[in-house]
């Protein structure tokens, strides 16, 4: 696994992904995060029934849930870019930018092009990471805490459909590819192009 600080001579643009200019694949990607998330959420219900999260006998305690829910879902969208930002650090990137579009938040490089498998390991590790941590806190928890940390694995599943698409799309490409990764938009590179 390698992060290169220069592209190398003889690699040239062979693809661009632009999710946030896309508006086709940027729709079915989305589209495709929220039929995901509904299918978590249906089978969360069969270990503990939703209704236990919107449990009203206890107003305080649901509004306490909730509460913790809302700050929790705001926390974990700033440690998802931070754990894609560690991985790229962890593969020999340098210098990492943050931002918000609008419609998405990300964290990128504009100094390092990444080989595809280190490109692999960035794009997943949140998808992997925050899935292990979720699935053994919803095993920890009480009952009536559930369902705040399965709609936070819900929105860390579906919240990855950009990831694995990207990730996917890459697949049957060439183990030297070389990939950009700017936070908006991904340009992938091979040897024998020139742009």
């Known amino acids: 696994m390698k992060a290169y600080q220069a592209l190398p001579e003889g690699y040239g ?34 270990i503990v029934p939703v209704t236990r999260f919107f449990d009203l ?12 829910l809302l ?40 100094e390092d092009w990444f ?22 806190l919803s095993l920890l928890v009480p009952e009536d805490w559930f369902w705040v940390v399965w709609f936070l694995q819900a929105g860390n599943v579906s ?3 950009g990831d694995v698409f990207v990730t996917l799309k890459l697949w049957n490409y060439p183990s ?3 990939v950009r990764d700017t936070g908006t938009d991904m340009t992938v590179y091979d040897a024998g192009r020139t742009e």
């Open 176 to 178: 030297s590819i070389l």
């Open 13 to 46: 643009e062979i693809l661009k992904i632009d999710l946030q200019n896309d508006k086709k694949t940027a729709l079915i990607v989305n589209l495709i995060g929220a039929v995901v998330m509904i299918a978590i959420l249906v089978a969360g219900h069969f």
């Open 71 to 110: 700050l929790a879902f705001v926390a974990y969208i700033v440690l998802h870019e931070l754990t894609h930002a560690a991985a790229m650090k962890a593969v020999g990137g340098g210098k990492v930018i943050f931002g918000f579009t609008g419609m998405y938040a990300f964290a990128g490089s504009r």
């Open 115 to 136: 080989d595809k498998t280190s490109y692999r390991l960035i794009a997943l590790a949140p998808l992997v990471f925050w899935g292990v941590v979720f699935g053994i």
């Open 159 to 161: 919240g990855a459909a």
């Open 57 to 68: 006998t206890s107003l305080s305690g649901y509004l306490i849930r909730l509460g913790v």
